[in-house]
């Protein structure tokens, strides 16, 4: 199942569950990024980061 996560100042899309804090995850753009506190909203994170881009576009291949 395909999800966003965000993930080091971007966010990222998935495929599978996304990891819990300090955990990492292959992003659809390729990159291996790690999940930090402030990434998960139920820890008090935000959802302001900007879309990865490249991950947008595989997104949007595999629909």
Same mark, same amino acid.
């Given at each position: 199942m395909? $999800?966003?996560q965000q993930a080091e100042g971007q966010r990222h899309a998935l *495929?599978? $569950?996304?990891?819990?804090?300090?955990?990492?995850? *292959?992003a659809l753009c390729g990159?291996? /990024?790690t /999940? $930090? $506190?402030g990434d998960?909203?139920?820890l008090g994170g935000h959802w302001f980061d900007p879309t #990865?881009?490249? #991950?947008?576009c595989a997104w949007r291949a595999r629909l």
């Open positions: 395909l $999800r966003w *495929d599978g $569950r996304a990891p819990s804090e300090g955990g990492a995850f *292959d990159k291996t /990024v /999940v $930090r $506190r998960i909203p139920d #990865c881009w490249d #991950c947008d």
